[in-house]
């Protein structure tokens, strides 16, 4: 498995999505940061090609509300993750 990082920021440069090696080295995660409060880490359980976990972060970074697009995106894929740090 390749651990390119890639980011994605919304229209608006506020909001950012990126897909980075697990820090375990172990897998891969998704990282969402909205520039002020927030950053949440999740860990990417098994299955999901980076291909398409790109597709879905470049898809729910410009929704009006990220985190639950991405969660959207992401089991319209059925690619299953976990909270890591919220």
């Not at 390749?2 to 897909?19: I, M």
């Not at 990417?44 to 790109?54: D, T």
């Not at 972060?57 to 009006?64: C, E, S």
Request: aromatic share 6%; with cysteine; net charge positive.
């Amino acid at each position: 498995m390749a651990t390119a990082t890639k980011a994605f920021h919304s229209a608006s440069g506020v909001d950012f999505l990126g897909l980075r090696a697990a820090r375990s080295g172990d897998g891969l995660e998704i990282v969402y940061d909205d520039g002020v409060a927030r950053r949440m880490v999740w860990r990417v359980r098994a299955g999901a090609s980076e291909g398409q976990l790109a597709d879905a972060l470049a898809r729910a970074v410009n929704g009006p509300r990220v985190v639950p697009a991405l969660y959207t995106e992401l089991r319209r894929r059925a690619i299953a993750v976990e909270a890591v740090c919220r």
